[in-house]
């Protein structure tokens, strides 16, 4: 009997199912970054919400630089979007 539709590829060729334009390793080192500017925004001296306002606008204005906010951008609007939001968790623990 003759197999009809696609074959499934083998498994050292599945591929995640996430968008080329985001990366894990990306992400991450927005997360730490976020880390580091926390941290600096603490020693000196920075409220809670002050930190998170800043590294907020520091994050934004990051990606505005790397051109993820543009229409032609790949993966536009969330690739800028998860960037940002990848700055943030720590900034966020900080205002609970």
């Known amino acids: 009997m003759?197999?009809?539709g696609?074959?499934?590829?083998p498994?050292?060729?599945i591929k995640l199912a996430t968008p080329v334009w985001l990366s894990p390793v990306g992400?991450?080192?927005h997360f730490c970054v976020g880390i580091v500017c926390t941290l600096v925004f603490v020693a000196?001296?920075?409220t809670p919400a002050l930190n998170f306002v800043a590294v907020t606008a520091l994050a934004i204005a990051h990606e505005v630089g790397d051109g993820d906010f543009k229409c032609s951008?790949?993966?536009w609007p969330w690739?800028?979007?998860?960037d940002v939001v990848a700055f943030l968790p720590t900034p966020l623990?900080?205002?609970l």
């Open 2 to 4: 003759a197999r009809r």
């Open 11 to 13: 498994l050292g060729r």
């Open 44 to 46: 000196l001296g920075a």
């Open 79 to 82: 690739n800028g979007l998860l």
């Open 93 to 95: 623990i900080g205002l």
């Open 73 to 75: 951008a790949p993966g």
């Open 6 to 9: 696609p074959v499934p590829p």
């Open 27 to 29: 992400l991450l080192l």
